[in-house]
Nanobody, 124 residues
Framework: QVQLVESGGGLVQAGGSLRLTCAAS????????LGWFRQTPEKEREFVSA????????SYADSVKGRFTLSRDNARNTVYLQMNSLKPEDTAVYYC?????????????????WGQGTQVTVSS
């Protein structure tokens, strides 16, 4: 069992930055992958970024590539999503999730554990 808690969301002006944190507790296997997704009332949940717990390989959606950076602290079981040059279209509830069996990192249905989400609002 894995529990995830997101934090760091808030209100920021366009062009600003936020850092989201996902703290994981429970048994984290080296084979796991941790992903970030976001959702608005108007859109389905979409993939943002993911990192392999072992090795630290990262992947990003095209919409955030070059602006967002995902990193991890294995000793703290924590992942950080640094979001720079934020745009109003980045406004969403951001969720972290854990994929326990390797597969399509973009597919939310392949993630087993989810956090409660944190709201990010970017004003224009």
């Amino acid at each position: 069992q894995v529990q995830l808690v997101e934090s760091g969301g808030g209100l920021v002006q366009a062009g600003g930055s936020l850092r989201l944190t996902c703290a994981a507790s429970g048994r984290i296997e080296s084979s796991y992958r941790l992903g970030w997704f976001r959702q608005t009332p108007e859109k389905e949940r979409e993939f943002v970024s993911a990192i392999n717990w072992s090795g630290g390989r990262t992947s990003y959606a095209d919409s955030v590539k070059g602006r967002f950076t995902l990193s991890r602290d294995n000793a703290r079981n924590t992942v950080y999503l640094q979001m720079n040059s934020l745009k109003p279209e980045d406004t969403a509830v951001y969720y972290c999730a854990v994929q326990v069996i390797g597969g399509n990192m973009w597919n939310e249905y392949e993630y087993k554990y989810w956090g409660q989400g944190t709201q990010v609002t970017v004003s224009s």
